[in-house]
Structure formats: C-alpha cells, structure tokens
C-alpha cells in the first residue's frame, strides 16, 4: 500500500479499538481517541524504514533519509542471516524485518518504556514524531507541497497541546494502566497497531508480506502472507484509492464516533 492509505488505516483501525474498549467496559476519554488515532496513523508508515522512497524517509530530511538507509541495510543483514532453502535471494531489506510481528511488538514496547522511564520530554519526543508522520499520511495532498520546517512546527505544536490536554486530570494519562508510574504506559499500543495494520495492508498487495518471521511456514522462514493471488491488487491501483481508502474513512468515522459515545 501506499502511505496515505496505510494512516487512513492505522487511523481507522484505533477508533474500533475504542469502540471495542468502550463496549467492554474501558472507554478511552476523548483524548485518548483523538492521540490514538494520529499517532496509529503515523505508525502505520513507520515499517517503510527499510525503504528509501518512501514517505517517512522525507518526513525529517536528511535524518529519516540516512536512518533509512541504515535500516534497509540492517534488514537485508537479518535477511540473508536468517533465510531457509525456500526463501529466494534479495537486493535489499524492503519488506522483511520491520515487516514482522516482532519488530512492531518490539518498537511499541521500547516506546512504552520510554514514555514511563523518560517522562514529559519523551512523551512530547514521541508525539511529534508520530504528529509529524501522522501529517505526512492523512493530509499528503497538502504535506507534499508544504515546507518541511512547517510540518515539523504544526508536528511539535500539536504535540506540545496534546499533551498538555492528556496531562489534564481524567483525560487519559493513565488510561489503561492506573498503577502509580505507568501514566503513558498505553502509547506503545497504537504504535504496535499502526505497525501491524501497515504489515497487514501490505499482506493484500502482490508481493505479500512476511509478517509472520521468524516462525517458518514450510521451507520459508519470510513466508510472504496474503491472500489468494487474485484477490492482490498492485500498491497504488485503483483498488486502494477507490475503494480501500474512502472505506477506511468511512469505518474510522463512525468507529469514532462511536468511541467518542456519539453514536
């Protein structure tokens, strides 16, 4: 898929977290919905950090580009590392290790884990990576003619407000986890959902994705899941555009809603 439609999904996909957790009993305060959405938004693209052209490696210039030149390397070393008889050979990393289970279980718990050890700075820190990210994604028609010190400066301004508003007593701090110390202990969640989302997206495209690394299937340990081959479509086709995304809008809209206890 391309980014725009992977942070319409990463968006969509946490505010049916929140009607579910509403329905079962742990409704998210309003903020929590709102942060939510746009960091799963901007996590729904972060898996392309093995890929050079895509939309994170231009989200921080010359930092994200670099960074991503690393990871690609890195996922290329893992992959050939760690590749079985039936797995073929590759030029590079795109789509295998931050294409997995693990690295978006991983990245999401590192995140928790640095919200709760490092406080108001990594929360501010983590928000506006993910603001910015969530800005390229949901408003690229915009983002893609706009300067990037501009997006940066809305990214930090709204991350700088939201937190300011999830500080505020009751509106989801500690959503989740009530224990003394793990306020912000839930933000890793829709950064492990945005991860996946992006993989599963990507499962429905031709090349598939091997989300499931490193547990094997048959002679494959990057096994590329998906669908039927008939049911694929190529990232970027009229399937995606047409269809996917105003779906995505559509459920993200009324899970909203729903979550929000409108509906």
Excluded at 189 to 216: E, M, R
């Amino acid at each position: 898929m391309m980014g725009p439609a992977h942070s319409l999904s990463g968006a969509a996909a946490w505010t049916g977290v929140g009607a579910a957790a509403g329905a079962a009993g742990h409704p998210m305060p309003w903020p929590v919905v709102v942060v939510g959405a746009l960091i799963c938004a901007g996590a729904a693209l972060a898996p392309d950090l093995d890929h050079k052209s895509a939309t994170i490696s231009r989200a921080f210039g010359p930092i994200s580009r670099a960074l991503c030149g690393v990871i690609d390397k890195l996922s290329h070393t893992v992959y050939t590392a760690t590749k079985m008889k039936g797995d073929s050979r590759r030029a590079g990393g795109h789509r295998t290790l931050t294409h997995t289970w693990l690295w978006a279980v991983l990245v999401g718990s590192g995140m928790s884990a640095l919200a709760v050890v490092g406080g108001r700075w990594a929360v501010l820190g983590i928000l506006f990576v993910h603001m910015v990210l969530a800005i390229a994604g949901l408003l690229w028609r915009a983002a893609r003619g706009a300067s990037d010190v501009l997006i940066w400066l809305l990214g930090a301004s709204s991350a700088w407000i939201l937190a300011d508003i999830l500080d505020q007593p009751g509106n989801g701090a500690n959503w989740l986890f009530t224990a003394p110390g793990q306020e912000y202990l839930w933000l890793g969640l829709p950064i492990v959902l945005g991860a996946l989302v992006h993989c599963v997206g990507d499962a429905l495209t031709v090349s598939g994705c091997p989300i499931l690394w490193p547990i094997p299937v048959g002679r494959k340990r990057w096994y590329p899941v998906g669908p039927p081959k008939q049911m694929r479509f190529k990232a970027g086709s009229w399937v995606e555009m047409k269809i996917l995304m105003p779906a995505f809008t559509l459920a993200g809209t009324m899970a909203g809603l729903d979550a929000l206890g409108v509906l």
